[in-house]
């Protein structure tokens, strides 16, 4: 058969979470939560007994699961693939069939459907597709304190660097210790720096998401003497507003879910792996402005895929960033095997196992 064209935006718009759990008898299990927009129960996607695993939130259409064997949200449509064990485009045609909208092989550029017979009446307004929202301008938790300038005119961008550090030392040790190749190094830029204010550090050049150099990261090579932290980032410099190694990771195959880590070893290590669509949030905490980023970086079939430090701070981070990137696009979250693990320390076989 060939494939039919669907508009997911037109789908999505024209019914309703509800509707579509009400369509597969869902809703009579489960109950509505406090503020009376949440809806909570079993999780029918792992077939689960627990009361509170699945939570939907009606007004954003929207839901994920937090048990361990789901781990995963996203919208109505991530909501039919998962139970008819489908891919994006399929679960829009089914949608489609259910509801008798007649969306189907509707578009501009295929206008095939010419027999004058509308079954879909337009959505209600506030039906129509989510506008993605702009960043809010509520201070993100990664919000800089040390920032002592706020340029006002520009909040939270990053101007480009007018130079780039140069003379660094790409064969320090610290590299065979983090397990990095020379091609590696040699790929991100990395170096030794032995002048100025990221003197004794191994740098990091970060580039915004049109491959400008907007600051560096300095690592101390091991652990720092006590009153020196392990990253110093250059005063001014606004890591919320940075994804490091977007540029990169979004010239890759966007038929790839982005893989979303902590750090910068983390990317490299990964990318050095041969997984290239994979970024940094240089933190465990995801503000507005890397949101934006992440989604406009993302393709919606194959969506996102958080893999952060199995650790308090990961296992927070991870749980609100799944909440908020749920309501907008396919999110999946890959816990890591044991406690303490990072990324950077799994092996080739170990990261195999839960990405592919
Ligand atoms: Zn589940």
């Given at each position: 058969m060939p494939k039919q064209f669907i508009d997911f935006g037109a789908v999505k718009a024209a019914v309703s979470f509800q509707q579509v759990l009400d369509h597969y008898g869902f809703t009579a299990q489960m109950r509505s939560t406090r503020n009376g927009d949440g809806l909570e129960g079993p999780c029918p996607i792992h077939e689960g007994t627990s009361q509170d695993t699945f939570k939907v939130t009606l007004s954003k259409n929207c839901w994920f699961c937090h048990n361990s064997s789901c781990k995963c949200g996203g919208n109505h449509l991530d909501f039919v693939a998962k139970m008819e064990n489908c891919n994006a485009h399929e679960a829009a045609l089914k949608i489609d069939e259910w509801f008798n909208l007649g969306l189907a092989g509707?578009?501009?550029?295929?206008?095939?459907?010419?027999?004058?017979?509308?079954?879909?009446?337009?959505?209600?307004?506030?039906?129509?597709?989510?506008?993605?929202q702009g960043f809010n301008g509520t201070s993100s938790p990664a919000a800089e304190s040390k920032v002592v300038e706020e340029p006002q005119e520009e909040p939270g961008e990053n101007?480009?660097?007018?130079?780039?550090?140069?003379?660094?030392?790409?064969?320090?040790?610290?590299?065979?210790?983090?397990?990095?190749?020379?091609?590696?190094?040699?790929?991100?830029?990395?170096?030794?720096?032995?002048?100025?204010?990221?003197?004794?550090?191994?740098?990091?050049?970060?580039?915004?998401?049109?491959?400008?150099?907007?600051?560096?990261?300095?690592?101390?090579?091991?652990?720092?003497?006590?009153?020196?932290?392990?990253?110093?980032?250059?005063?001014?410099?606004?890591?919320?507003?940075?994804?490091?190694?977007?540029?990169?990771?979004?010239?890759?195959?966007?038929?790839?879910?982005?893989?979303?880590?902590?750090?910068f070893f983390d990317v490299m290590k990964l990318w050095q792996q041969g997984f290239h669509r994979v970024v940094s949030i240089?933190?465990?905490?995801?503000?507005?402005?890397?949101?934006e980023l992440l989604l406009e970086a993302s393709a919606e079939r194959s969506g996102i895929l958080l893999m952060f430090d199995e650790d308090e701070a990961g296992r927070i981070g991870?749980?609100?960033?799944l909440v908020r990137l749920a309501r907008r696009i396919f999110v999946r979250v890959v816990p890591l095997p044991q406690e303490g693990a990072q990324p950077d320390h799994l092996t080739e076989n170990e990261l195999h196992a839960l990405l592919d």
């Open positions: 509707k578009a501009d550029s295929s206008p095939q459907r010419r027999d004058g017979a509308p079954k879909s009446s337009a959505p209600s307004a506030q039906q129509q597709p989510m506008p993605r101007v480009p660097l007018s130079f780039k550090l140069e003379n660094l030392k790409t064969d320090h040790t610290y590299f065979t210790e983090r397990g990095l190749t020379p091609e590696t190094v040699a790929e991100f830029g990395l170096g030794f720096c032995a002048k100025g204010t990221m003197s004794g550090r191994i740098v990091i050049p970060i580039h915004n998401k049109g491959g400008e150099l907007v600051g560096y990261g300095g690592r101390w090579p091991g652990q720092p003497p006590e009153e020196r932290p392990k990253y110093k980032l250059p005063m001014g410099f606004k890591k919320s507003a940075e994804v490091f190694n977007l540029d990169r990771a979004q010239m890759e195959e966007k038929g790839l879910p982005l893989i979303v880590v902590e750090g240089m933190g465990s905490s995801l503000s507005p402005k890397q949101e991870r749980e609100k960033a």
